[in-house]
């Protein structure tokens, strides 16, 4: 077709710089979510709070997880994004 859109291939600089983004995004959401457990006891101190009773929280980051996956996944099939 005559408005057949070209895809870029990235190379070089930009595609180690991509590549840089994700190791970086993944390496962030692992230290955030690795981060609750040892620092509930510090947190049941602070708050005045049994570890049973600040449970709720691994239970609540869990949904907001898959609540925010959810909502990513639409809101990527809505924007049409080309490179």
Known sequence: PLLARRRRTYVGRDRALITAGYVG???AIGVCLASLGPLLPELASKTGRTLPELSFLFVARSI?????????GVIFDRVDVTH
């Open 25 to 27: 995004s993944f390496f």
């Open 64 to 72: 907001g997880y898959v609540l925010g996956s959810l909502l990513g």
